[in-house]
């Protein structure tokens, strides 16, 4: 099970982190990624970190956002500062796995994110 928090309204450069809790999983052997859907539009994945700690981003959020993870605690966050507009949306927190050729995926239910100008 996947719980996200965090999320709220904020206005234009400001920051917010969100929080996932993980339960049920042996996290240290998931990727955890945020993904997101705005108003209107597909999920679109943000930001990933893999079970070394290996980290993407999408374009978009490069240099603001950062993707971080306690497997002691079995937490995923997101660090999102000089928040835009655009990116309003509501935010999901995905943990995956492939053992021995099978896909192992589970999903939050999500946290919005509103950045007003």
């Known amino acids: 099970q996947l719980v996200e928090s965090g999320g709220g309204s904020v206005q234009s450069g400001g920051s917010l982190r969100l929080s996932c809790e993980v339960s049920g999983l042996s996290l240290r052997h998931y990727a955890i990624a945020w993904y997101r859907q705005g108003p209107g539009k597909g999920r679109e994945g943000v930001s990933c970190i893999d079970g070394s700690s290996r980290t993407t981003h999408v374009d978009s959020v490069k240099g603001r956002f950062a993707i971080s993870r306690d497997n002691s605690k079995a937490m995923g966050y997101l660090q999102m500062n000089d928040l835009k507009p655009e990116d309003t949306a509501v935010y999901y927190c995905?943990?995956?796995?492939?053992?021995?050729?099978?896909?192992?995926?589970?999903w939050g239910q999500g946290t919005l994110v509103t950045v007003s100008s």
């Open positions: 995905n943990a995956a796995n492939s053992v021995r050729g099978t896909w192992y995926e589970y």
